[in-house]
């Protein structure tokens, strides 16, 4: 049934939406003996924000981590099935998973700034991968489009860890895009936050759609219903519904759907 | 108060507070019984120790004996102890903690770095005199006892740099990873730097240790007369505890005043590397929280 939900929609896409810059096909992740997703295929938007939703365990951290091969860390993990970035598979021979996290940045669901100064937090990453530009003209305009840079301008050289949590995430943002990624994967990057700062957080995220796609997992059903083009229903390892947001949350095509997004379970 | 808890406060208090002087008693405890051993030490001590002591070989007359040798010998060998087991430790730790996948040949390493923590220090000074006094032909060396010695510790250093890298959280690595970092690159850039205070104390109570030691160094046949400072490791050596093991075991009080005021000396070269260890940590320290 997911897997025709998933047709359905890559052909509804073709009319409709951007090209796919990502991809699954039929992809299933376990652990060990316990499957966390499954069969799930789906076509991510280029420059669109998608949010995934879903109640506690439902795979969604599993999927957006299966997109930057950071399930690769945890040795019980296996997958079956494809996953495309640009329509070649990232597990294939040959990927490097260093140079695809370069595409494909992350932002987590805890603020982990490096125990660094903030500059070199911004810095660490591009400098590795031989940055040619100017690395202090690439911290101040990632700081400048985290909205950070007003803040923290004067003390650079100081350890962020004396940022606050707001200030952490957005910090944690601009070390990710001074990578110049393609993808940003969000994992509930304002769960641990106050609403303000959220807001902020979310302010930006519709800054930064002009340049990157953007997939973000959330438990919040407001924010998806305020941030994202188009939202990723899963439940229990298996995709519900993919579609627009506005129809996941006005008229979406299933009851339990319905039931989540009106709050009636999860 | 409600009826249905007997919330017995005060006996609780009582229970907490014993509790407390209890702990307190066994701290000031020790630190009493090292204080009336200090005491002792220097008040037997201090009179000899002077730089004509610091600077002297030793003699079989008392009032020209020093500690020149020795001084200088451990100076070497803790030098390349250092040198040695602080680059094979620290690479072992990050190697288990950082790339072995778990299994049955990581737990058998494990296992064995566990016990040979408690292996006594004389069978050590066994397998150096076996290993690299005579089948490595290194002679009683500098070089031979300080090899013989990195084999002691190692398992120290590996153990306490292992819980210092365990104890750097993997948020740390997967914001490293997630930024297209090889794990070389994160464990250099961040996970060594956050373990350091963690693998500095572990170093530091390791080369401390092995300052002390004196079976192994007997063992593998370390001089305990020599009458000139080592020039390099291939030349014999003794170490202070060596000389004072030496000076404390003779007939004659004159040179029990001088093995106190060996230990002195050798309690002031632990001191300052203490201090120097918790300079690093203190600085390494200072913008860390998490």
Known sequence: MVDILGRQHAAEARGTRSAPILATRGVTISYGDSTAIRDITLEIPEQKITAIIGPSGCGKSTLLRSFNRMNDLIPSVHHTGEILYHGQDIYARGVDPVELRRQIGMVFQKPNPFPKSILKNVTWAPALHGYRGSLMQLAEESLQRVALWDEVKDRLSQSAMGLSGGQQQRLCIARAIAMQPDVLLMDEPCSALDPVSTSRIEDLLFELKSRFTILIVTHNMQQASRVSDYTVFLDRGSMVEFDVTDKIFTQPGEQRTADYVMGRFG | ?290
Request: hydrophobic share 55%; aromatic share 10%.
């Open chain 2, 1 to 290: 108060m409600s009826e249905l808890f007997a919330s017995n406060v005060a006996r609780r208090k009582r229970h907490a507070n014993l509790f407390r002087w209890i702990c307190a008693g066994m701290t000031w405890l020790s630190v009493l019984v090292l204080g009336i051993m200090l005491y002792h030490i220097v008040a037997q001590g201090w009179s000899s120790l002077d730089w004509r002591f610091l600077n002297s070989f030793p003699s079989r007359f008392p009032n020209q004996a020093g500690i020149k040798s020795a001084l200088w010998g451990t100076v070497w060998t803790i030098g390349f102890i250092a040198l040695f087991s602080i680059p094979i430790g620290v690479a072992t730790a990050i190697h288990l903690e950082e790339y072995a996948k778990p299994g049955r040949l990581r737990s058998f390493i494990e296992l064995n770095i566990a016990n040979l923590a408690g292996v006594p220090s004389i069978v050590y000074g066994m397998l150096g005199l076996t290993i690299f006094v005579r089948w490595m032909h290194l002679g009683r060396s500098v070089l031979a006892g300080a090899l013989t010695m990195t084999l002691l510790i190692l398992p120290v250093i590996i153990i306490a740099a292992r819980e210092a890298i365990r104890a750097v959280p993997d948020s740390l690595r997967s914001a490293g990873l997630a930024l297209g970092a090889t794990r070389w690159q994160v464990a250099w850039g961040h996970v060594l730097p956050s373990a350091l205070p963690g693998i500095l104390t572990g170093v530091i109570l390791a080369l401390s240790r092995a300052i002390g030691e004196t079976a192994p160094l007997i063992m593998m046949g370390a001089l305990t007369y020599v009458a000139f400072v080592p020039g390099g490791p291939g030349d014999y050596f003794t170490t202070m505890p060596i000389q004072i093991f030496n000076w404390a075991s003779r007939p004659q009080h004159e040179f029990h005043t001088l093995a106190a005021s060996g230990i002195i000396t050798l309690l002031s070269v632990l001191l300052a590397m203490n201090t120097i260890a918790v300079i690093i940590r203190h600085r390494s320290q200072r913008s860390r929280t998490w």
